[in-house]
């Protein structure tokens, strides 16, 4: 899923420069995009940061090892964003989840070393620069 403004996603030459070419690089098909407005705002909740619901899942978008809670915040998805050191003990530390996703904003080899190292932890892990579109469903 998309979520934007209409007048990103009815502007083609914008979607082509920004959003399709990720899309095919990722192998992600069955692409939606919502426009953004009072209706989605009701299907789509954000709760501050990084931390949003749809459709009775919660995600959580980490973009530093800064994030820390007095218990660990519980969410279905933890997406990995722009990091370019993890610490996996810590990141279990201040989260609870049931995935782990590594976003394509981290580079394909550290994200391979990431996802081994989260594998024999026994944790659930995608890495989208290695596996391709992470398919949410709902």
């Known amino acids: ?11 083609d030459k914008k979607m082509s420069y920004s959003v399709k ?15 953004k407005n009072d209706s989605t705002s009701s299907l789509i909740k954000s709760y501050g940061d990084g931390v949003y619901s749809y459709s009775n899942q919660t995600v959580a978008i980490v973009t530093s090892q800064q994030h820390v809670h007095n218990s660990p915040l ?3 998805y933890l997406i990995v964003s722009q990091i370019k050191y993890l610490d996996l003990d810590k990141l279990i530390l201040n ?44």
């Open 74 to 76: 519980s969410v279905d």
């Open 21 to 35: 070419p990720h899309w095919l690089k990722t192998g992600a098909t069955n692409n939606i995009c919502i426009e």
């Open 1 to 11: 899923y998309l979520v934007a403004d209409s007048s990103f996603i009815n502007n």
């Open 95 to 138: 989260y609870e989840f049931k995935h782990l996703i590594f976003d394509s904003s981290n580079p394909k080899w550290i994200t391979q070393q990431w996802k081994t190292e989260a594998l024999e932890m026994g944790l659930a892990v995608h890495s989208v620069p290695n596996d391709g579109a992470f398919v949410f469903n709902s």
